[in-house]
Every structure is written in structure tokens, then in C-alpha cells.
């Protein structure tokens, strides 16, 4: 037998996987010691560059209510204040005296300001803080004003925010964020029946933003009416794959660490056929074991005509491909402009006939188990999208995993310990 020879082909180097923007053992939970530090660290630097002295108090108390039961403070509540007087900096749990700024939040509804890259993208900041008002009306209470704040004081802040948002991770014990996010009553739904409708989960306005960018990029396709690797093209499509309800219920279903399987969005015309009933792989069926969930955004209304999403309640118990008689038994899910329903992989579901003319407009976030194989690849996403969001959309990209990570060499463990 000749001897075995190297080719080309296996000489090759394989692709090259994005890298963690901020390594793992950097990642914080939002207004937990670790955080403190780091912020300590941040402003320690800034203030050791100024050589004219710094005259002056400046002085924030942030008051975090129903703080995850881990972080053992009293009564639950996170206060933490950042004071700089005189060119001395003091970071630390507890509250001061005559605070230049003070605010009041519930520490979940909450941790979407804390987490979100913002200062370089103000459009990304309206949007963030529209969208949380919309979920949950007035979650913040302030006294004192940021404008009254010495200019020089103030200065050094400056990318204080940014700097945590992007180590900034959300709340580990997901049922305690469940329950002050308002969704329990979602997950038991889906429990239930296979199945939940997030009524409103975000604004016309935001609806309208998104189809407004959806036609740019559907016209940039020339296959139809189609977008799809969503997450890796815009920072609205980011903004939508982290929204803190859903994203906490798919957690709930899935594991903290699951990932974005598919993103994609696209426009159905009378009388096309899309889905027929069918549950979703991975198979063989895997009895209760949750795997995937699929959301479906209403960017247009959902009503009985428009050829909405059909579903077989109760159907994901089954554990087995739909029986013939699938769609007599099927029910309409009807939902308005800017809804999001949500279901269990294994229930069995599909799309009714668009009855009306015109065109229903929908978005597909399809969320997996870390280790089961996504549609989307996000393992090569430009490393500016990673930069601009916090690490919830490295880990829904999966990139801080070590799946599909491979190399000839064998896997490189140091990438995620660094």
C-alpha cells in the first residue's frame, strides 16, 4: 500500500471564528460586587491621568430593588454609590449624603439600561428606553439632575457605561427574573399547551422601524421576499434577539446559554401556501427535553384572513411526528401588529393561507440548546457587532462556546479562559 499523503485540501486552515471581544473571566453581573470593581478600576485609571487637581464633589446612588436573593444584601435591595470628591474616588454598596443624582429601579426590568452598549449609538438608547417604558411603564424614579454635576467631575465618566455594559451579564437565577419581567404566566402557557402569545411585546413605532429596514434588505435579495441571518445585520435585529422577555422564557426552555439557531424574516402574498403542519428536528424525538423554540414577530396584523401561524394545542406531548388529521384539529394563533408568539419545537404547528390581498409580514428567531445544530451561522459575525452589545449576544451567536471550534491542532481551551 503506498504511504498516506497529506493534500492540499487538509493543509488548508480552517475558517477563523470570531474571537470573544471581552474574555469570559471578565463578565459581570449587573450591580454585583464584581461590577463595582470594575467600575472602580475604570474611573481609578481615568483620575490618575488628570495631573490638575480636581476640585469638587460628584455624587450617584443607584437603589436596585428585588436584587437577585445571591447577592445576599438587605432586604434584597442593591444600592451601590459612585462618589468623586476632590479627586478621591469611593465605589461601594450603601447610600450617601446629598447624592448629585439618585435613581429607583427594579433591578430586572432594569438590567436592559445596565446592559445595553449605547453611548456611540443614541438611536440604540431612545430605542432601549421607548421599548422598556412600553413593557413596563415608569421603571425609574430620579432625584437630583446629571446637568448640576461639575462639567470636570461629570467628564470622567465618560464611557464608564459602555466599558460595564460590554462585560454586563443578566441575572443567573432565571425564575427570579422570570417572575419581575411578568412572563411566569407565559412559560406556563407554554407548559401547558405548547405554546404562548407575548401580547405588544414591543411598539407600532418599533414595528414600523424594523419593516422600514426589512425592505431595504429584502431588496437586496433576489431570491424573494426574504432577509434572513438577521442578527448579523443591524442593531435593531441585535436589539430584538436579546428582548428580556423572550429571551428569559427561551433560557427558561433551553438553558441560560442557548443559542440563536435562525433569524430570518419575510413577506407572504394571497394564496401562498408557506408551512405545512410539521414539528421541529432535532430527531428523533426527544420526550420532554425542550430543544428548540420558535418565535414568531407579528410585523403586520395577525388576524383570521391574513394567513396567521396554526398550532395543535397540547400537540409537543406527543412526541412524534403530527398525525394525518393534524390540520382539522389545528387552531388559528391571531395576534396584533407588534405580538410575538412563542412555541415548544415539538408542538406540532404551521401557517394557514393568506385569504386577503396584500402581504403578512413576519419575523422567524428560532432559539436552540447550545449543542444542537443551528441553520444561522453568527461563528464569523463581524467583530463590530460583538463590540457594540453586551456578552447575551456573543453566547446566543455562539461564540463562548466550544462547539464547531475545532482545529487541526485540537481545541484551543485557552480562548475561553483568557
Known amino acids: ?78 444600592e451601590v454609590h459612585i462618589v468623586i470628591e476632590d479627586g478621591q474616588l469611593d465605589i461601594g454598596y450603601g447610600a450617601v449624603s446629598n447624592p448629585t443624582f439618585h435613581v429607583i429601579a427594579d433591578y430586572n426590568r432594569s438590567a436592559v439600561i445596565g446592559s445595553a452598549v449605547y453611548e456611540k449609538l443614541p438611536d440604540r438608547q431612545a430605542r432601549i428606553r421607548r ?120 433560557q427558561h426552555l433551553l438553558g441560560a446559554d442557548c443559542n440563536l439557531g435562525q433569524s430570518i424574516a419575510f413577506r407572504k402574498r394571497k394564496g401562498v401556501d408557506t408551512h405545512q403542519i410539521h414539528n421541529d428536528p432535532p430527531h428523533p424525538f426527544t420526550g420532554e427535553l425542550c430543544c428548540n423554540v420558535t418565535t414568531v414577530w407579528a410585523l403586520s396584523e395577525f388576524d383570521e384572513q391574513a394567513g396567521p401561524t396554526i398550532v395543535v394545542p397540547g400537540s409537543h406531548k406527543e412526541n412524534r411526528p403530527p398525525d394525518h388529521d393534524a390540520k382539522e384539529r389545528a387552531v388559528k394563533l391571531t395576534m396584533s401588529k407588534g405580538s410575538v408568539a412563542m412555541w415548544h419545537g415539538s408542538l406540532w404547528h404551521g401557517a394557514a393561507i393568506r385569504a386577503r390581498d396584500g402581504e403578512r409580514t413576519s419575523l422567524h428567531n428560532t432559539y436552540l440548546r447550545n449543542w444542537v445544530r443551528t441553520w444561522d451561522n453568527y461563528l464569523e459575525i463581524d467583530p463590530a457587532i460583538l463590540e457594540r452589545n453586551p456578552p447575551a449576544l456573543t453566547t446566543l451567536a455562539g461564540i463562548d462556546d466550544l462547539f464547531g471550534k475545532n482545529t487541526y491542532e485540537g481545541i484551543d481551551f485557552r480562548r475561553l479562559a483568557a
Request: no cysteine; glycine share 4%.
Open 1 to 78: 500500500m503506498p504511504p498516506i499523503r497529506t493534500t492540499d485540501m487538509e493543509q488548508r486552515e480552517l475558517p477563523v471564528r470570531t474571537s470573544l471581544p471581552i474574555p469570559i473571566s471578565e463578565r459581570i453581573e449587573f450591580a454585583s460586587e464584581q461590577w463595582l470593581a470594575a467600575a472602580k478600576q475604570f474611573l481609578q485609571s481615568k483620575l490618575d491621568q488628570i495631573s490638575e487637581p480636581i476640585e469638587g464633589r460628584f455624587a450617584a446612588v443607584e437603589t436596585y430593588t428585588d436584587a437577585p436573593p445571591h447577592f445576599k444584601r438587605p432586604d434584597n435591595v442593591a
Open 131 to 250: 421599548e422598556l417604558a412600553h413593557r413596563h411603564d415608569e421603571v425609574f424614579q430620579f432625584s437630583g439632575s446629571l446637568e448640576s454635576a461639575n462639567p470636570k467631575l461629570f467628564s470622567v465618566l465618560a464611557g464608564l457605561h459602555d466599558h460595564l455594559a460590554r462585560r454586563t451579564v443578566g441575572n443567573p437565577d432565571i425564575r427570579h427574573k422570570l417572575r419581575h419581567l411578568h412572563v411566569e404566566e407565559r412559560v406556563n402557557d407554554i407548559e401547558a399547551n405548547g405554546y404562548t402569545v407575548f401580547e405588544n411585546a414591543i411598539t407600532e413605532t418599533f414595528v414600523d422601524e424594523l419593516n422600514e429596514d426589512l425592505d431595504r434588505l429584502i431588496a437586496m435579495n433576489q431570491r424573494g421576499k426574504v432577509a434572513a441571518m438577521l442578527m448579523a445585520r443591524g442593531p435593531m435585529w441585535e436589539e430584538i434577539a436579546q428582548h428580556p422577555q423572550i429571551h428569559a422564557v427561551a
